[in-house]
């Protein structure tokens, strides 16, 4: 396993095209992760929209991925409303049309306490107060299988660990049509 440490003011796509390349060659099955795309520093001249910053970096990974025949896994940060809003989702990131076109798989994590209907926390304060540790993960958008699945999987925050073992979501989450307060 290899850890780069980027700089988000110097660590450019060319950059990362070289690393995957160079490790690529090495012959070794390759996951890169980016954390985040937003940071990914972009020389495109002087007011660019962040959109279209966002959209050159979103299809310059998914290049790479393509041509490299490499795994990217890019974490992409929320805009103003989706931090605001309830629940987060995919149309709720920073440059969403590009990000929404270009990823195979659209996932996005919310806390579950914070996306359940009224309901379910009025009714039942026990398993609402566990809800808060747990965590959902709702593939929004999946090129070669199912989307719009919800599942839950129980988070152990103090040391950064999500128990992979999950379940599909069984209590009514809030919706952007359907919000049940």
């Known amino acids: 396993m290899t850890f780069v440490k980027a700089s988000g003011s110097q660590t450019s796509m060319e950059q990362i095209r ?6 690529m060659a090495a012959g070794r099955r390759t996951l890169l992760v980016v954390d985040y795309l937003q940071k990914i520093p972009v ?3 002087t007011a660019v929209p962040e959109s279209e910053v966002t959209t050159y970096l979103a299809q310059g ?14 974490v992409a ?14 149309h709720d990131m920073r440059g969403s049309s590009a ?29 609402a107060q566990a ?18 699945v919800d599942l839950e999987f129980q988070l152990d925050a103090a040391h950064f660990y999500l ?18 307060e």
């Open 18 to 23: 070289l690393l995957a390349r160079r490790l």
């Open 131 to 148: 809800m808060r540790n747990k965590v959902v993960m709702s593939i929004e958008k999946n090129r070669s299988g199912r989307n719009s």
């Open 99 to 127: 990000i929404q076109y270009e990823a195979d798989i659209g996932a996005v994590l919310n806390n579950k306490y914070q996306i359940v209907s009224r309901e379910q926390i009025v009714y039942n304060p026990v398993q």
């Open 61 to 74: 990974l998914k290049e790479l991925a393509m041509s490299g025949g490499l795994r990217i896994l890019a």
């Open 77 to 90: 940060a929320a805009d103003r409303a989706g931090l605001q809003s309830r629940r987060m989702r995919l």
């Open 163 to 180: 128990d992979t073992r999950g379940d599909y979501v069984r209590d009514r989450l809030i919706d952007d049509r359907v919000t049940l």
């Open 43 to 45: 020389e495109m001249g």
